[in-house]
């Protein structure tokens, strides 16, 4: 019996060695941590259950009979993240490069199988080359299998992705898949095909970072949701994010201890709007200052930064927001960001979390590259996706709502529960500027006639009280009042039960 303990011991201390301690020495020179230790960084202490340590390819092309590394290259298994459960899987890049054979991609699979039929998030820690070359066809099947699950658990369960190493080919696509992408920077790359055959194809000469590092997907292709300093970093922001999250479709968000007055007075909100309407201000101020004890967490900051997304909690509970920002192109919609909130406002109606949604939008940014770029077809997602969410939806028009911005942004009319507006709230078809010059042109030569239109116009239309007389704006509040209200109505709204017609699935414009 002894000496069986002591084999298990053995195997055991084999398999953590991965690659062998040179590769684990290069891996750490690189500022990377090793597969093990990411897991145990990403989950609560001593909680985490693997299996198929032992797993082993069968490959035998290449010489690969005489190189079976335990584990092959990735380990999996589950954990807990402040109690609750998540499914891991981990790459080894030490092991034949984090290649996806066969056998790995079965463990990956076996794991997303649990986690749907046991209701859990999947968190894939991925430091990859890709398909494993010397398993040809076997490795491309192994990853389709893998996206295939990827494709079943969307909307069911949580998947969240952090690019850790190199990810390359196929390594790409089952992240793109999932939920949220987070990149380390600096040591993480994401590309269909790397610089050399990027040269080859196009001669295009590109470095690796500029291809696919963290900062290009994060600004610039909008692949991925964040980007963190290093390892240590971006596993302790998952750990955040997976707390503001439901563990699957049937679940509700948790509920956390809060020490936050939920009837918190904000006076310095009466004062966030500026005097000039055409002046900016921070939205983020107001996110923050309605949030429990401040906390939030934003999802692709550094993308189409004209709108904000991300998650607070109000009374404990998760809420989604989507804010205009007027400090970036006014606040306007354009391609970028109206792809980028209703991505997010679909993710929340998913997973039953409830949106919360700030305007202050002057209307849709007019041009020939919005237009050839495809803005109606981009703009429609944005107003699909909130005309189809069935989540509750509190809507605050805190200064310009104009046009089909109006519409889109969670309005009445697209099924909004609670739509709040400032007093300083101006809900109309265009500004007084444009209104004027389009109806009153033929007083366009007379400055004081103008002048006079533009006044009545401001009168007339530069308020929310035209809106709330039709009851489009159920009621006109005090801005330093927000956060009491907006989680009244969301009390209100906790046990609200909407369904949608039955359908296959439907024809979001893609
Ligand atoms: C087998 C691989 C491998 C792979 C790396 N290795 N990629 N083994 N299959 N795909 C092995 C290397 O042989 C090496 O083994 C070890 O991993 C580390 O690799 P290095 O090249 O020394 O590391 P580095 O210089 O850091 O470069 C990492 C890399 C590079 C950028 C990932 O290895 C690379 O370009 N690999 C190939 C990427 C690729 O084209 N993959 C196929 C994609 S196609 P030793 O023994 O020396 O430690 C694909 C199809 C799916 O994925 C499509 C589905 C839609």
Redesign the pocket.
């Known amino acids: 019996m002894k000496d069986i303990l002591q084999e298990l011991h053995d195997r055991r201390e084999n398999a953590r060695l991965g690659?062998g301690q040179r590769?684990i020495d290069a891996q750490h020179a690189k500022g990377k941590l090793t597969a093990r230790e990411r897991v145990e960084l990403l989950l609560d202490e001593d909680s985490f259950e693997e299996y198929d340590t032992f797993k082993a390819h069968r490959c035998t092309e290449f010489g690969m009979e005489e190189n079976r590394p335990y584990g092959d290259g990735v380990i999996t298994g589950w954990g807990t993240i402040n109690g609750r459960m998540v499914y891991v899987f981990s790459q080894d890049?030490?092991v034949?490069?984090?290649?996806?054979s066969e056998t790995h991609a079965q463990k990956i699979c076996k794991i997303m199988d649990m986690a749907v039929q046991n209701g859990a998030p999947v968190i894939g820690l991925n430091d990859?080359?890709?398909?494993?070359?010397?398993e040809g066809v076997d490795?491309?099947a192994g990853?389709?299998e893998i996206?295939q699950r990827n494709i079943m658990a969307s909307g069911v369960v949580p998947q969240i992705s952090v690019i850790m190493?190199?990810c390359?080919?196929?390594?790409v696509?089952s992240p793109a898949i999932t939920d949220f992408i987070f990149m380390v920077k600096d040591s993480s790359y994401m590309f269909v095909t790397?610089p050399d055959v990027v040269k080859t194809v196009t001669n295009e000469v590109v470095t690796a970072e500029e291809l696919g590092g963290a900062s290009t997907h994060t600004k610039k292709s909008s692949v991925a949701d964040g980007a963190f300093e290093n390892d240590v970093e971006a596993l302790a922001e998952v750990r955040r994010l997976v707390d503001f999250l439901p563990l699957n479709n049937r679940d509700k968000a948790p509920v956390r201890p809060f020490f936050d007055d939920v009837d918190r007075i904000e006076t310095s909100l009466d004062t966030l709007i500026p005097e000039n309407p055409n002046t900016p201000y921070d939205m983020k101020e107001l996110i923050v200052k309605l949030a429990d004890e401040g906390d939030f967490y934003e999802i692709q900051e550094d993308f189409a930064k004209n709108m904000i997304t991300g998650f607070v909690r109000l009374e404990g509970q998760t809420v989604g927001v989507v804010a205009n920002q007027p400090m970036v192109l006014a606040g306007c919609l354009d391609i970028d960001s109206s792809r980028k909130a209703a991505r997010f406002v679909r993710f929340c109606d998913a997973f039953e979390i409830p949106v919360l949604t700030l305007v202050d939008v002057p209307g849709f940014l007019p041009g020939t590259s919005q237009e050839y770029g495809g803005v109606i077809k981009h703009g429609a997602k944005l107003l699909f996706a909130y005309g189809e969410a069935t989540v509750p939806k509190v809507t605050v028009i805190t200064r310009k709502a104009y046009g089909g911005a109006y519409d889109v942004m969670a309005s009445k009319h697209l099924r909004g529960d609670v739509n709040y507006a400032w007093p300083t709230a101006e809900i109309a078809v265009m500004g007084a500027k444009g209104a004027v010059e389009i109806i009153h042109r033929a007083d366009l030569g007379d400055a004081e006639k103008i002048a006079a239109h533009t006044t009545e116009y401001e009168d007339r239309f530069a308020n929310p009280f035209v809106a709330a007389e039709r009851g489009f704006i159920d009621e006109v509040i005090q801005p330093k009042s927000t956060r009491k209200r907006v989680a009244r109505a969301f009390a209100m709204l906790r046990n609200k039960k909407l369904e949608n017609p039955w359908k296959k699935h439907d024809n979001i414009p893609l």
């Open positions: 690659g590769r890049f030490t034949l490069g984090g290649s996806v990859s080359g890709g398909a494993r070359i010397q490795a491309l990853y389709a996206f190493g190199p390359a080919g196929g390594a696509y790397g």
